[in-house]
């Protein structure tokens, strides 16, 4: 198990097989080529969900007395200057999934208004619109990539008019996007070229924000970024630095988990006909099936976390400032915790899965996700029909088909 290649395109199709063998032979397994834990049981991925000894901000090191140092010893200057977008990326402060309390704890406060209940059910319509428009233009197409012409512009298209952007601007945004997300993966990042790419992304969204956040600043809408500009105006809660961070934050996580979900999810009832079948037959049935969609292919794989004191889990000692992933993925297939996970069972409950964490990061999106599953699927999979090989992308991070090719036809009316 030390071997197995987290980049691998074989992984990427299939993780299950090796999170398997992790659980039963190394549940917290140190992978020497990416230097972090990978924790795969159930039990162990949750109790370090809610240990405060397992943070998100990088702990400083000490000092021979195990006294915290002042700062870490800046490294041996190189002769060259660091590129611009990595310089940019630098100057941007830590967004919610980067932060421990108190910020995460503010920024929290600050971003939940936009995702309560009511307002979350009040997009209902909205989603139901985008699909079905999104059905009809693949039916006029005939064979369409069901990621490119659905599962992508549905949550894009929320999230980015719930924060304020123009809707002409979705696909800079997903090239921006995925190739951003693509360099955060440790996995991907020994490949030449990916880390540089990404930071030029980052930094490309960034110039864009921080020209939208300025125009709000004289021209607030009654959007998102608007609201968040008001904030910093009137209470000084949010610098401007954490409103443009904040908003990257949303507009990256905010359709990238979703589109898996859609996409992912969409695969996984076209592969299994007969269950499909009987929860189209029964639409009061889907949230209960969007949750085992979510449990069965979690778009976001693990989720990474620092050490902040030494601490054992599951037999093992994990030293302070060493990394560590919970594995989401493998924890929801864990058989001592799901009978028979390898399975699907539309109708399973209890479903108690991860695939949104939990703790203080449990997901701020999850009500949103949830809504655009249980109206989208249903709009789209009674006229789909798959039609070649599901390409899935690379990294361990995210978890999403690149294309399925499908064939749509038009709905009855």
Known sequence: MAAFDPASSAFAADPYPVYAELRAHSPVHYLESVQWWWVTRYRDVVQALGDRRFGKVEPRPVDGTGAAAAGRTPPAATGSAPPPAYRRLTEMPPHMLESDPPTHTRLRALVSRAFTPAVVESLRPRVAELAAAAVARMAEMGEADLVR??????PVTIIAELLGVPAEDQDRFREWSNTFVRALDVTQQRIPGVREAGMAAAAALIEYLEALVAERRTRPRSDLISGLVAAHETTDRLSLGEIVATAQLL???GHETTTGLLGGGALSLLRHPDQLAAVLERPEGWPVAVEELLRYESPVQRFNRFVLDDVELGGRVLRRGERLSLVFASANRDPDAFEDPDR???GRTPNRHVAFGGGIHYCLGAPLARLEAQVAFPALLPYVEWVGEPVWRPGAVL?????????VRRPTP
């Open 344 to 346: 699907l069972d539309l």
């Open 399 to 407: 978890r999403g088909l690149q294309a399925l090719p499908v064939r």
């Open 251 to 253: 507009l990256v996580a």
């Open 149 to 154: 012409d659905f599962a992508f512009p549905i």
